[in-house]
């Protein structure tokens, strides 16, 4: 491996202009000097082509029909000519050293990838405040695949991935609208990948508000639930062939659970497939994570337990991970077609 080998930067595209520089501009600072930049315009319709534009010979751009996220992803990997691979979406930011501490950190062995902390990015009287990101770091859980299935994950952009192992691994699933980084990074795990943490860097990623309607839109729609039902599908198909099953079934059927629970908040008829599919791999504690939650789905049933947790979330008395699904569930409703 050359001494300073070459690390490519892809940055996917959709309607971006009010972040785009920003994340541009983040990967143009590294402090680790052999960078390229890939830019996908995944079709965007406002002047992101023209932001790309502005910066001329100082990245590659390419443009084409909307796609979809993990169709341009793998479309910035086969323009770039790095061995590694950093996938920073078009609204996320890198800390300037960044790059180099990844680097330094997946040097370390084989079949390896590195991960570096991470912070969320979320709007609080019109700026942009970094806050603590929403999961600890490094994941506390001994067993990463377990652990992301129960809710341990880690943004895209925190990542670095040899070239060679994210093209062993298939790349992103085009099929896929959402959890497709999961569905990733289960392929990867299975297949024995470390991750390693990075003693630096550091990443943003932006919490978008319940005012973008785009978002509350998207986020219950069926085909995005469908598509997360869909990469548990698969994991499900290879565990049953790697004789895994039973290792990872119970944490698979929590993350229907969890999902669930989401898509009870706009999506009654799918939240009740999901729910299904959660007790069969999970049994009852697929049912609510809590004794108490557990109590009130026998007394009353998941549809009344979930309306009630919601109607509690608008008063300020639940998580408030549970008050934006409930906010942005009424929105999807409200602007659903």
């Known amino acids: 491996m050359p001494i300073d080998p070459l690390v490519s930067i892809i940055i996917p595209c959709y ?9 541009i501009d983040s990967a143009l600072t590294q402090s680790y000097p052999h960078v390229e930049i890939v830019v996908v315009d995944d079709g965007s319709t406002d ?11 100082k990245l590659i751009g390419i443009r084409h029909s909307n796609q979809g996220l993990p169709r341009s992803r793998n479309a910035g990997v086969a323009r770039s000519r790095g061995e590694y691979l950093l ?9 300037p050293d960044t790059v180099a501490a990844l680097l330094a950190a997946v040097k370390e062995g084989p079949d390896t990838v590195a991960c570096c902390k991470w912070r969320t990015l979320v709007q609080k009287n019109g700026a942009w405040i970094a806050e603590a990101s929403e999961v600890p770091f490094p994941l506390p859980h001994p067993d990463p695949l377990a652990g992301w299935l129960l809710g341990e994950w880690i943004p895209c952009c925190s990542f670095l991935w040899p070239r060679e192992l994210f093209n062993r691994l298939g790349g992103f699933d085009g099929e896929l ?30 919490r978008h508000g319940t005012n973008a309607l785009s978002m509350s839109r998207d986020v219950f729609s069926e085909h995005r639930i469908r598509s997360s039902m869909r990469a548990f599908e698969k994991l499900e198909t290879e565990l049953h062939q790697r004789d895994l099953w039973d290792s990872y079934k119970i944490p698979l059927g929590i993350a229907y659970q969890m999902l669930a629970h989401r898509a009870f908040s706009a999506r009654t008829d799918l939240a009740r497939e999901a729910l299904e599919r959660g007790v069969r791999l999970a049994g009852k504690r697929a049912v609510s994570p809590t004794r108490l939650g557990r109590v009130l789905v026998r007394l009353i049933g998941m549809e009344r337990k979930e ?11 639940m998580t408030s991970g549970r008050r934006q699904y409930t906010r942005l569930g009424r929105l999807h409703r409200a602007n659903s077609p």
């Open 15 to 23: 309607n971006g202009e009010a972040y785009l520089r920003d994340a």
């Open 47 to 57: 002047q992101s082509g023209s932001i790309i534009h502005s910066y001329a010979d």
């Open 87 to 95: 996938f920073l979406d078009c609204d996320d930011l890198i800390a």
């Open 177 to 206: 609208t959402t959890n497709e980084d999961g569905d990733l990074m289960y392929r990867a795990l299975l297949r024995g990948t470390r991750l390693a943490v990075a003693r630096g860097g550091e990443s943003y990623y932006r």
């Open 307 to 317: 309306r009630t947790a919601r109607a509690l979330a608008q008063l300020g008395l």
